[in-house]
């Protein structure tokens, strides 16, 4: 597989926040999702990818460099950021004129058909929208002018189940079509269980793990068991999730062992979230134990 | 495309790629996937699945270095059932690794191999 973003060692400093050292690799045809808590610094990390923001040090190579000029490769990218950054008071066709503009190869057949299907109306303000049309809007926008790679930071969040869904449909669509590929922000865990292939998890402005999906949720489980259990097992390695005076919960990935050390303890499949929380939340009884 | 049927479970041990190998294995196996046939793409077959495109690869690339499909650059992944000795082989292996555990627990519990070929007989007819 092909890489269609390449990050190396890419570090920035603000005074109440540093990005350390981000590596991570997209490859081609994947939808991968970038998974943090709010603050993590997702949001950092995707101004630095689009030039919004300058990094202090590291390398960002786009598509393998197989474009050598710069216009090309932001032709080739699809952007959708949370607050769209759109004027108000414009309609949708006054705001789309001017995007259009400054792409190559803007597609009008295909932004009206995402219109059509997106039931958006080009006479309506942008003011008017609510914030699901605006995503769809912008997501028209970015499908519009051939891009290969779309990033989008935290599509999903405040939609309601029915558009996140929509979304993710439309997500899986456009990777069917080979060299599409997708790298979206997110805190919401079940969209990504339900089309990510790879998952990149970032917390306080570090890349925690970065592994295929399916990979990662057979390498934990979730254990349960009594106190007097959690007491047998205290040398492997887990994160307990909730516990009180009847019994815990806890994510691990040491559940061979766990099995072996007590053979009628409950090991079940973990779920992202549940991963999601083990790996980066501040969770009381937080130490691993 | 001849009958492929794919069921994957939340609840087994065994990880998604060892199971959707397994199932196309024995597809091809019971001749539901005949030889030369194409598989579907790895995009469009891991977004059905709702699993990743990097698991599935991970199983194309293990069924094809085990002989069982063949793939093409910008073509696909076509079965390969055309060599006899491989399906024999594995078949019979198959069925030989459920025999091992049959017999380890008969000898464990004293049954005599006179009776084990009794009882295969009338479970043979009966199945």
């Known amino acids: 597989m092909n890489t ?25 045809n994947c939808i991968t999702g970038f998974l943090g808590k709010n603050g993590a610094g997702k949001t950092t990390l995707i101004k ?4 919004l923001l300058h990094k202090d040090s590291g390398e960002i190579i786009f598509f393998s460099n197989r474009y050598k000029n710069i216009e090309t490769i932001k032709n080739k990218i699809g952007v959708v950021l949370d607050d769209g950054y759109f004027y108000d008071n414009l309609n949708l066709k006054q705001m789309k004129n001017i995007i259009a503009s400054t792409y190559k190869e803007w597609d009008e057949t295909t932004y009206k058909n995402y219109l059509k299907k997106f039931r958006l109306n080009e006479s309506q303000l942008i003011s008017s929208l609510s914030k699901g049309m605006k995503m769809k809007y912008a997501l028209a926008l970015a499908l519009s002018h051939g891009a290969d790679l779309l990033i989008m930071d935290e599509p999903t969040s405040g939609l309601d189940p029915e558009i996140r869904k929509e979304l993710i449909d439309i997500l899986s669509e456009y990777v069917q079509e080979e060299g599409k590929s997708v790298f979206f922000s997110t805190h919401i865990t079940s969209d990504l269980e339900r089309c990510a292939d790879e998952i990149v998890i970032i917390n ?32 492997k390695s887990i994160k307990i999730l909730d516990q009180t005076k009847y019994g815990f919960t806890g994510i691990t990935s040491d559940y061979e062992e766990i099995k072996q050390c007590i053979p009628k303890i409950i090991l079940e499949k973990a779920s992202l979230e549940d991963i999601f929380l083990a790996k980066t939340g501040e969770i009381e009884n937080e130490d691993y134990i | 495309m001849g009958r492929l049927n794919i069921v994957i479970s939340n609840t087994s041990e065994k990880p998604l790629y060892e199971q959707i190998k397994e199932q196309i294995k024995s597809a091809i196996l019971k001749g539901e996937l ?3 046939e194409l ?4 995009r469009n077959f891991s977004t059905d699945l709702k699993v990743s495109i990097l698991t599935i690869r991970r199983v194309y690339d293990e069924l094809e270095e085990e002989g069982f499909v063949s793939s093409q650059a910008g073509k696909g992944t076509f079965v390969l059932a055309g060599n006899k000795d491989l399906i024999e082989d594995t078949k019979r292996m198959l069925i030989e690794e459920k025999m091992i555990e049959m017999v380890t627990l008969s000898k464990t519990m004293g049954v005599k191999i006179q ?3 009794e009882m295969l007989d009338i479970i043979y007819e009966e199945v």
């Open chain 2, 39 to 42: 598989l579907p793409s790895i």
């Open chain 1, 4 to 28: 269609v973003l390449d990050i190396r060692n890419v570090s920035k400093h603000f005074s109440d926040f540093t990005l350390a050292n981000i590596s991570l690799e997209l490859k081609e």
């Open chain 1, 204 to 235: 306080n402005g570090k890349i925690i793990e970065q592994s295929n999906k399916d990979d990662m949720i057979e390498s934990y489980r979730m254990v349960k068991g009594t106190l007097d259990d959690l007491e047998r097992i205290s040398s």
């Open chain 2, 115 to 117: 009776n084990l070929h």
């Open chain 2, 34 to 36: 005949k030889n030369g």
């Open chain 1, 48 to 51: 630095i990818i689009l030039g």
